[in-house]
């Protein structure tokens, strides 16, 4: 069986198991009180999380290591993120290097997530053990475009979105534009990333989420409460 694919990323979670994700069509919206929903967010994204686990039990996902941390953007008035990823037995060569901002939406209870490539990703391998070593700037950043997320708080539990249209340019195996769904929580993040053709023909992803547990403490976090 060949192991699934795994490319954009971010970021969802099925409740209590790693089937799937989370079903949204049902999900209710509970306006949260303390913390602004963007400050929930990025403390659920940042951390030290991998595959390991789904892994062991499914060889058809990879080990994957995924570490967000907070860094400074020159340009920014927003919460920002560096994020990599790497296999576990290569973590020196990350295969996907990202910046993400974090911003609240007009909507209650939603947020949102844009998505940066580097100009010069090699520099940032590792930043998030000294992230502020390297000094970034919102002008060398490649914006990517479609290929960030919406978020919504349902359930008093977790955020899930993905993205919302078909403009996330991608021509890996063939294909003109990726999409992906996502549920994050206090412990781990899951991502179903695919990549489709014009005619919507799915070319390349998994069909099932990857999970992403967390390997740290999220003490940064603090959690939603109900009004």
Request: proline share 4%; with cysteine; hydrophobic share 35%.
């Amino acid at each position: 069986m060949k192991r699934s694919m795994l490319l954009i990323m971010l970021v969802g979670c099925a409740g209590d198991t790693d089937k799937g994700l989370s079903d949204t069509a049902t999900a209710t919206t509970t306006v949260p009180a303390g913390p602004a929903v963007e400050d929930v967010l990025t403390a659920w994204l940042v951390g030290t999380f991998d595959s390991t686990k789904q892994a062991s039990e499914d060889f058809s996902f990879f080990e994957v290591q995924l570490v967000a941390c907070r860094v400074p953007v020159s340009g920014f008035d927003t919460h920002t993120i560096y994020v990599e990823q790497a296999y576990m037995d290569d973590l020196d060569n990350p295969y996907r290097q990202r910046v993400y901002t974090v911003d609240g939406m007009e909507e209650d209870g939603w947020a949102e997530t844009r998505v940066f490539g580097l100009d010069d990703p090699a520099a940032a391998i590792h930043l998030c053990d000294e992230p502020e070593r390297l000094s970034l700037r919102k002008a060398n950043l490649d914006l990517r475009v479609g290929c960030g997320v919406q978020v919504e708080w349902v359930e008093e539990t977790r955020f899930v979105g993905g993205t919302t249209d078909d403009s996330c340019q991608n021509s890996l195996a063939g294909a003109t534009y990726a999409t992906s769904e996502v549920t994050i929580t206090d412990s781990r993040i899951a991502s179903l990333d695919q990549g489709f053709t014009d005619d919507g023909t799915k070319v390349w992803g998994a069909d099932e989420a990857y999970i992403f547990r967390r390997q740290d403490d999220v003490s940064e976090a603090i959690p939603y409460e109900a009004p």
